[in-house]
């Protein structure tokens, strides 16, 4: 679990997109962010109050989280220096950067000295079980994608929050790097290996009151065959209760598979819905989610329109109409 | 790739049992074999000549192949003394087992001062790419279980050793530690990360010629949810031409798994066949393979008999029947 209050560092960063993880921490859980710590040069804001690390660290933050992307897979030496600083301050360091950084032995040599913690949170704990496939109590919700990337993590933090704004009992529970920095813990699915894949979506997803819901982020798609297994993992892990449809409807083909067709919303309803029952015999479908953000309003609202009437099933962009439907839907169940 | 000949070491193995990889080589690729090493207490045999290192040695034997189960998780001193001893006089050494050869400091001392290499099956290469779904030449077939262990490593060897017999071209690629170990190559896909398990299979099932079978070693199950994303995985980096679905007949429920039913023959030809579609939209279901040890002669047959009626695809027990009757399946695609 990474400590919070966090201070964002945005670094250099070349542009407000390099930030995306700080900006997913800061709209996703802005009480756990003090301020955002920016070199000189750096053209993001995630309009949180600029601060240095002494003046966060009077404000109480606890850990200096890397929100940005670096550059040619290094670490900077200006970047080190504020890290190191960091470190020499009592702060601890948490990143989902492919270099990691407990490689760098400087930065473990820092920490060593000053007792800091260093998440590098694209590493997943090795001591994952063999999923067992036991019943658990709570209830559990994934979205399941006809492509990747197209807005299950998002869907997924949309219900949570709908649902703890409403004082219903919610988590969320990240399967990926940002998903992660955002919560606070996760497993890094992608990264776990084969045989332990489904056991560490159990472990994610305990036994919990009746009334509880557990999102699990969605990953990969059953039809993107870079990643299907993934998701299949997903799916019989979480032995979900209720799973969300994720859509981009203006995708001409799977992500970066060119020969490979976005199938209907139908197909993946019936796929993802028997693979379900397999670990949960009363899973349902209980929603449509359509990231509509290459449409215009009108065209939003009447592709959600049509789907909904074609389908039966409550349609919304979450980002445009809120997850309140999405959310009612999982009331009945 | 582990060199040939093997000589097999048997160690101090305590029944027949416990040398099942020793005999799964000596079945399925004796010529790759000059004989076994068995220490003194030793209660399996596997029918091949007794042999001192020295005298496999000057059969012009390359490895020792620990082709037994140890104990505890440890090697203990008396096997170590021979592996030393082996590594000494020029061997390579190739093991399955869950502790690993790399790990003994006075093996790699060993291995480093006489040039041998250490073999350790469970661990994949580390450099696997992303699956890109691209389809390949020559054609691929996968046997899929109803559930785990159902006799799929079994199927794909004897399709393989038919496929050969009868002047085809035709090879085994294991994705399993006992496969791998037989074939002297593959992949042991439940160790592999999960981001890259489907690369790892286009890797192991590379463009061939257009009349060439590969015959992918099976892992796993669909209904299998500890596994399901191994399987899965397999589906879409081996983009099969031709599925074998594999079943056992006596089994209460699914393996390990005391909730779970054991689906019928045509839930998974339905659900796989979908699925391999994604990949390669013109995979057929091409047989049944049903595993018989637990039935008589004439039960056997009749079962064969009625799935073969029922589903109107050729069934057999290869170990029974041989696999003639599926080779000649494929013969038509």
Same mark, same amino acid.
């Given at each position: 679990?990474?400590?919070?209050?966090?201070?964002?560092?945005?670094?250099?960063?070349?542009?407000?997109?390099?930030?995306?993880?700080?900006?997913?921490?800061?709209?996703?859980?802005?009480?756990?962010?003090?301020?955002?710590?920016?070199?000189?040069?750096?053209?993001?804001?995630?309009?949180?109050?600029?601060?240095?690390?002494?003046?966060?660290?009077?404000?109480?933050?606890?850990?200096?989280?890397?929100?940005?992307?670096?550059?040619?897979?290094?670490?900077?030496?200006?970047?080190?220096?504020?890290?190191?600083?960091?470190?020499?301050?009592?702060?601890?360091?948490?990143?989902?950067?492919?270099?990691?950084?407990?490689?760098?032995?400087?930065?473990?040599?820092?920490?060593?000295?000053?007792?800091?913690?260093?998440?590098?949170?694209?590493?997943?704990?090795?001591?994952?079980?063999?999923?067992?496939?036991?019943?658990?109590?709570?209830?559990?919700?994934?979205?399941?994608?006809?492509?990747?990337?197209?807005?299950?993590?998002?869907?997924?933090?949309?219900?949570?929050?709908?649902?703890? /704004?409403?004082?219903?009992?919610?988590?969320?529970? #990240? $399967?990926?790097?940002?998903?992660?920095?955002? *919560? =606070?813990?996760? !497993?890094?699915?992608?990264?776990?290996?084969?045989?332990?894949?489904?056991?560490?979506?159990?472990?994610?997803?305990?036994?919990?009151?009746?009334?509880?819901?557990?999102?699990?982020?969605?990953?990969?798609?059953?039809?993107?065959?870079?990643?299907?297994?993934?998701?299949?993992?997903?799916?019989?892990?979480?032995?979900?209760?209720?799973?969300?449809?994720?859509?981009?409807?203006?995708?001409?083909?799977?992500?970066?598979?060119?020969?490979?067709?976005?199938?209907?919303?139908?197909?993946?309803?019936?796929?993802?819905?028997?693979?379900?029952?397999?670990?949960?015999?009363?899973?349902?479908?209980?929603?449509?989610?359509?990231?509509?953000?290459?449409?215009?309003?009108?065209?939003?609202?009447?592709?959600? /329109?049509?789907?909904?009437?074609?389908?039966?099933? #409550? $349609?919304?962009?979450?980002?445009?109409?809120? *997850? =309140?439907?999405? !959310?009612?839907?999982?009331?009945?169940?």
């Amino acid at each position: 679990m990474i400590k919070t209050p966090y201070l964002l560092f945005l670094g250099d960063a070349p542009d407000q997109l390099a930030a995306k993880v700080a900006q997913g921490i800061k709209d996703w859980r802005p009480e756990n962010v003090v301020g955002q710590l920016r070199l000189e040069g750096c053209q993001a804001d995630v309009g949180m109050a600029d601060m240095t690390l002494e003046e966060a660290r009077q404000a109480d933050a606890k850990t200096l989280v890397i929100g940005v992307a670096n550059r040619g897979g290094v670490i900077s030496h200006r970047w080190k220096d504020v890290l190191i600083h960091a470190l020499e301050m009592g702060y601890d360091l948490a990143s989902g950067l492919h270099n990691l950084l407990r490689d760098d032995a400087d930065l473990v040599k820092a920490a060593q000295e000053h007792g800091g913690a260093l998440h590098d949170v694209r590493v997943p704990d090795d001591d994952y079980p063999i999923a067992k496939g036991r019943p658990r109590a709570g209830k559990r919700c994934l979205a399941v994608g006809t492509d990747c990337s197209v807005g299950k993590m998002y869907t997924g933090l949309a219900m949570d929050a709908e649902m703890r /704004r409403r004082g219903h009992r919610s988590t969320f529970r #990240p $399967t990926g790097q940002t998903g992660i920095l955002i *919560a =606070g813990d996760g !497993v890094p699915l992608d990264a776990v290996v084969a045989d332990f894949m489904a056991g560490a979506i159990e472990v994610l997803t305990p036994d919990n009151d009746a009334d509880h819901w557990d999102h699990i982020e969605g990953q990969g798609s059953l039809f993107h065959i870079s990643y299907s297994g993934v998701t299949m993992a997903l799916i019989h892990g979480g032995q979900p209760d209720a799973l969300i449809l994720s859509h981009e409807p203006t995708r001409k083909h799977l992500r970066g598979l060119s020969g490979y067709p976005v199938p209907p919303l139908e197909t993946l309803r019936d796929l993802a819905l028997s693979l379900a029952r397999i670990a949960n015999p009363s899973c349902v479908v209980a929603g449509i989610s359509i990231n509509t953000q290459h449409l215009g309003a009108s065209a939003a609202d009447a592709l959600c /329109r049509e789907t909904e009437h074609r389908l039966g099933l #409550p $349609t919304v962009d979450p980002y445009r109409h809120g *997850a =309140g439907r999405l !959310v009612d839907a999982l009331a009945t169940l």
